[in-house]
Structures are given as C-alpha cells and as structure tokens.
C-alpha cells in the first residue's frame, strides 16, 4: 500500500550510460515532480507534470527526459551520464492545488563512477 | 531566482527544551510555507503549513510567518531526541504548486 514508490532504490553506473528511474503512485493525484538532493541536502525540482502534461521545466540539461504514460507515473531518464548527477533523486506527488502536500518517493540514489 | 535561506545548524538542544528555526525567503508573492522533517536516509515528509500571517499551532509544532519581513519560523516545544533530523523550509507560490525548498537545518536533540 506504499503511496510514491521509486525503482530502483540504488543505482551504480559507469559515466556514459543512459540509466531510467520509475516512479509510480497510487494516490490518485493528479500532479507529479522530480526534484533533485545533492550531496549537501539541496534539494532542487527539475521537472513536474500535471494530467501527464510537462507543466515545469527547470533549467536542467537536456540529458535529462521526464516521461508520464499516465497520471500515476512519472519516469526519468538520464542519457550520458556524468559525475556530477550522482544524487539522490526524489519522486512526489500531490494534487494541483497551491496548497496541497506533496508526498514523495523513498529515493533513488545514483552513484556515477 | 527565488531564494529561501536556513541556517544549515547543526542546532543543538536538550531535551525538552524549545527548538526554533527559522528561515527567510526572497519572493514576496509566496503564497504558502511548509515546514518538511528528513530524517537521515529518508524521504522529507511534511510536518507543517502555513498561508497568513500569523501562528499556526499542531501538537508540539508551531509554525509562524509574518510576510511583512518575509521570516517563517517553526518552534518544537518539548523536543525529543526523534525530533533530530534535517528540517527543510519552503515556499510555494504560482499555479501547479512549484515549491522552492531551503537547504534545511540540522536539528540535534541531545538526551
């Protein structure tokens, strides 16, 4: 009965690869982000998608595509991979009101060597 | 570039005492505040929000904004060693809820 659940929770790749992250919920929400925490616990949204469409779109390198087949999920993935994207990343969702929780994932961390 | 600043601790306290913390942000069309809890190794999950000006009180939690100084601050009365963890401010404004997180505090509570 988990709410925001992500796949996997650990990835280890070589830099170059191209790697994909799931992320599906079951709250029935209609709003769904991928936000990014670096090493010193920043944590920065990259992408967000409402009804499946993109509706935020930070300044985030094009390597970097977000795709929702539905509402209920929210994949990401990361082509070329480079160091500096070793973080965790963290899926959430809410509905669209300005003042709704937004609930997340339990994390992917991502290791670049 | 919206901003919101914490200071990064860490913040020590006995317990039982009151932990304060406090955070400021940049824009001044922000229209809601949340207080998130990341424990070390999890997920943030939300302990508070706000949108007036004022204190919002919830069990040993209390959260205060006064948007004239643009200062959100959150108060944990009687803190206990559960309470350490990483709290993370931050502020919501526009359509579709684009949150603007701070990059937290630490919080100790020393037994």
């Known amino acids: 009965d988990t709410a925001v659940s992500q796949t996997p929770k650990y990835l280890v790749t070589q830099m170059g690869n191209d790697k994909s992250i799931k992320c599906e919920q079951n709250l029935g929400h209609d709003t769904m982000y991928w936000y990014k925490q670096d090493s010193k616990k920043f944590l920065k949204i990259m992408f967000s998608?409402?009804?499946?469409?993109?509706?935020i779109n930070e300044t985030v390198p094009n390597r970097f595509s977000p795709k929702s087949p539905d509402k209920a999920h929210l994949n990401l993935h990361i082509n070329s991979l480079e160091l500096g994207d070793s973080a965790v990343y963290f899926c959430?969702?809410?509905?669209?009101?300005?003042?709704?929780?937004?609930?997340f994932g339990p994390g992917t961390r991502l290791t670049v060597l | 570039q919206k901003e919101v600043e914490q200071n990064s601790g860490p913040l020590s306290v006995p317990e039982g005492a009151i932990a304060s913390l406090n955070c400021t942000y940049s824009d001044r069309g922000s229209q809601s505040f949340f207080w998130y809890r990341q424990y070390s190794g999890k997920s943030p999950e939300l302990i508070m929000s706000?949108?007036?000006?004022g204190d919002k009180e919830d069990g040993r939690f209390t959260a205060q904004l006064n948007k004239a100084s643009q200062y959100v601050s959150l108060l944990i009365r009687d803190s206990q060693p559960s309470d350490s963890a990483t709290y993370l401010c931050?502020?919501?404004?526009?359509?579709?809820?684009?949150?603007?997180f701070g990059t937290g505090t630490k919080l100790q509570v020393i037994p």
């Open positions: 706000i949108y007036s000006n």
């Open positions: 998608y409402n009804n499946k469409e993109l509706i």
């Open positions: 959430a969702s809410s509905q669209d009101g300005l003042r709704d929780t937004q609930y």
């Open positions: 931050a502020e919501g404004s526009g359509g579709y809820q684009k949150v603007t």
